[in-house]
């Protein structure tokens, strides 16, 4: 059963270790569960140097208070120290080391010490690392916004027709003159021209009879002498 006075250690460890920067400390009362001790203490220190300092700290608060260190075990760069102090029991680890052995999630079913009350703190708002996370409270339902009424869609609008350019006007060539001003004027032209007198025709020459050629005389048979 846990007693006044070590309830009393708990709150000196626990000041001690905060002092000192502890991160994450927690105190579980496992005296209903456990023949060996009342209380645990369990402390987190960011680095090998800082858990000593935790460790040193530790011990100068208990032998100021008179209190007897019963056992200590500390292996070198272990990064998990632990104090017994008979009805205390103190483990300080490094993030790592307590993550691994989790000891919160032993002794889950035990009751939880509040650490701000032992130390006269208020509260702190952020939940522990190993603490269950409380459950997220449901999202109010806003209430079902009316729908707007569907829109209906106009109809098309047709394409009014491109409007076709106008045609170049062409320019009007100079009217051309009627055939028969032309004709009349080129007979007036020929008529004043004097006609032409005409060319006697040259009577053509007979072809010259050819002459006959004289008729050959039969020579005369000479006569033969006797």
Same mark, same amino acid.
């Given at each position: 059963?846990?007693?006044?006075?070590? %309830?009393? %250690? =708990?709150?000196?460890?626990?000041? +001690?270790? +905060?002092? *000192?920067?502890?991160?994450?400390?927690?105190?579980?009362?496992?005296?209903? #569960?456990?023949?060996?001790?009342?209380?645990?203490?369990?402390?987190? $220190?960011?680095?090998?140097?800082?858990?000593?300092? %935790?460790? /040193?700290?530790?011990?100068?608060?208990?032998?100021?208070? $008179?209190? *007897?260190?019963?056992? %200590?075990?500390?292996?070198?760069?272990?990064?998990?120290?632990?104090?017994?102090? &008979?009805? /205390?029991? /103190?483990?300080? &680890?490094?993030?790592?080391?307590r993550k691994r052995y989790r000891l919160e999630h032993l002794w889950r079913e035990v009751p939880e010490v509040s650490v701000p009350s032992l130390l006269g703190e208020p509260e702190p708002v952020a939940p522990s690392l190993f603490a269950p996370k409380p459950a997220a409270p449901e999202p109010k339902k806003s209430p079902?916004?009316? *729908?707007?009424? =569907?829109?209906? *869609?106009?109809? +098309?609008?047709?394409?009014?027709?491109? #409007? #076709?350019? !106008?045609?170049?006007?062409?320019?009007?060539? !100079?009217?051309? #003159?009627?055939?028969k001003k032309l004709v009349k004027k080129a007979a007036k032209k020929t008529a004043k021209k004097p006609a032409k007198k005409a060319a006697k025709p040259v009577a053509k020459k007979k072809p010259a009879a050819k002459k006959k050629a004289p008729a050959k005389k039969p020579a005369a048979k000479k006569k033969s002498r006797k």
């Amino acid at each position: 059963m846990n007693s006044p006075d070590s %309830l009393a %250690l =708990v709150t000196l460890c626990c000041r +001690a270790l +905060a002092d *000192k920067k502890a991160e994450d400390l927690r105190v579980l009362a496992v005296g209903e #569960k456990s023949s060996v001790t009342d209380y645990l203490i369990i402390a987190t $220190g960011n680095s090998e140097p800082h858990l000593r300092a %935790l460790r /040193v700290e530790l011990e100068l608060a208990v032998d100021a208070s $008179g209190a *007897k260190i019963i056992g %200590l075990e500390s292996p070198h760069d272990s990064g998990w120290i632990v104090m017994d102090l &008979f009805d /205390v029991m /103190v483990h300080l &680890f490094l993030p790592d080391m307590r993550k691994r052995y989790r000891l919160e999630h032993l002794w889950r079913e035990v009751p939880e010490v509040s650490v701000p009350s032992l130390l006269g703190e208020p509260e702190p708002v952020a939940p522990s690392l190993f603490a269950p996370k409380p459950a997220a409270p449901e999202p109010k339902k806003s209430p079902a916004k009316a *729908k707007s009424p =569907v829109k209906k *869609k106009s109809p +098309a609008k047709q394409k009014a027709p491109a #409007k #076709k350019k !106008p045609a170049p006007v062409k320019k009007k060539s !100079p009217a051309k #003159k009627p055939a028969k001003k032309l004709v009349k004027k080129a007979a007036k032209k020929t008529a004043k021209k004097p006609a032409k007198k005409a060319a006697k025709p040259v009577a053509k020459k007979k072809p010259a009879a050819k002459k006959k050629a004289p008729a050959k005389k039969p020579a005369a048979k000479k006569k033969s002498r006797k």
